[in-house]
């Protein structure tokens, strides 16, 4: 079996704001394998097929692997963007010539989001409006997709449940999608990690690494990334379940500041999960108070004590750290 390989996503040093090139010296310097990147136009704003294909070659020189997402095929969120009404048609149409591009980055999926955090409390346009919008762009990009042999990875990003997921790729198709898991997001939807990558596993192409925590606050909870292996979610455990489904995976470790409030005691809130179930919730909670304990007893700082300290600060130290746990327990994991 090939060695596993252990990359970042470039979110996580944007705020470096190195060129595409430049973020490949980096990985390399530091011990990656790998980039995976916002869209085709963080590597050439102009989709310019002949500076892709050239970027994608030294990229192979270097031995590092080359992952890509595309533009949110949300419709609405463009339309909101545009301040216009954009179509789905229309909105497919723009995104042929991203989808091109990826295909001449030799790359074999493109990761997706449907929504930011925000998006699916939107109480202008519901988030299934925004949901089936979606799909629906996908579906005519389908014909394409085939067509260059590429999937879309739709991400576990802090939008979509794994239910909502899972659907998705039923009514679109697995010849055309599968799913870009971001391990830490799962709590930010109220997912318990363990059951969700379980079932999200055999449709995994692509992955966003990272580790979280919960606190508990007036409103409900607060969620915050933590490095790999330093923070709520049993990451072996995690990580196991994915590479029997794929051992060839790549590992993108995806980090970033900032706190999000999930304010379980409101029950406005809560009604956006309407397919939450009590023992789900209750799940997620005990993580929350296991958590607590270890704040208390030294093992975790909280939460507001890593915010204070600025995110330039801690990157390098956190992806440094996540390397350090991560590549010991897939060289386990690969052997068993």
């Known amino acids: 079996m090939p060695p596993l390989r252990i990359g970042f996503d470039h979110y996580t040093i944007a705020h470096r704001h190195l060129s595409a090139d430049e973020t490949l010296t980096f990985a390399q310097s530091h011990g990656f394998a790998g980039v995976q990147f916002?869209?085709?136009?963080?590597?050439?704003?102009?989709?310019?097929?002949?500076?892709?294909?050239?970027?994608?070659?030294?990229?192979?020189?270097?031995?590092?692997?080359?992952?890509?997402g595309l533009p949110?095929?949300?419709?609405?969120?463009?339309?909101?963007?545009?301040?216009?009404?954009?179509?789905?048609?229309?909105?497919?149409?723009?995104?042929?010539?991203?989808?091109?591009?990826?295909?001449?980055?030799?790359?074999?999926?493109?990761r997706v989001y449907f929504g930011n955090r925000h998006d699916r409390f939107r109480t202008d346009v519901r988030w299934t409006t925004q949901c089936e919008a979606s799909e629906q762009v996908l579906r005519l990009l389908a014909p394409q997709l085939r067509a260059l042999g590429l999937r879309v990875a739709i991400e576990?990003?802090?939008?979509?449940?794994?239910?909502?997921?899972?659907a998705t790729l039923g009514r679109v198709g697995l010849d055309t999608t599968g799913?870009?898991?971001?391990?830490?997001?799962?709590?930010?939807?109220l997912d318990e990690p363990v059951r969700a990558v379980e079932r999200l596993a055999p449709f995994v192409l692509a992955t966003h690494i990272k580790d979280a925590v919960l606190a508990f606050t007036s409103r409900g909870l607060c969620w915050q990334a933590r490095p790999v292996g330093s923070g709520a979610l049993p990451m072996p455990?995690?990580?196991?379940?994915?590479?029997?489904a794929n051992p060839k995976l790549n590992l993108s470790i995806e980090l970033h500041p900032r706190t999000y409030d999930l304010p379980i005691y409101d029950p406005t809130w809560l009604v956006f999960f309407p397919e939450l179930t009590s023992a789900a919730l209750e799940d997620v909670v005990s993580l929350a108070?296991?958590?607590?304990?270890?704040?208390?007893?030294?093992?975790?700082?909280?939460?507001?004590?890593?915010?204070?300290?600025?995110?330039?600060?801690?990157?390098?130290?956190?992806?440094a750290s996540s390397l350090g746990f991560l590549q010991p327990v897939v060289t386990l994991l690969a052997r068993l």
Not at 156 to 166: G, K, P, Q, R, V
Not at 237 to 244: M, S
Not at 314 to 319: E, P
């Open 38 to 68: 916002l869209e085709p136009s963080s590597i050439d704003p102009n989709l310019d097929a002949e500076r892709l294909a050239s970027f994608a070659q030294r990229a192979a020189g270097m031995g590092l692997y080359l992952e890509v």
């Open 72 to 110: 949110s095929p949300n419709p609405i969120r463009r339309s909101r963007e545009e301040d216009r009404t954009i179509t789905a048609a229309e909105h497919a149409r723009e995104l042929q010539s991203h989808v091109d591009a990826v295909g001449v980055l030799g790359c074999r999926h493109a």
């Open 156 to 166: 576990t990003h802090a939008d979509l449940t794994t239910n909502e997921l899972l």
């Open 179 to 189: 799913v870009t898991l971001d391990t830490g997001n799962l709590l930010m939807r």
């Open 237 to 244: 455990d995690l990580l196991a379940t994915l590479l029997r």
């Open 289 to 319: 108070r296991a958590c607590e304990a270890k704040y208390s007893s030294g093992l975790l700082d909280r939460p507001e004590v890593i915010e204070a300290i600025p995110w330039a600060d801690r990157d390098l130290d956190w992806l």
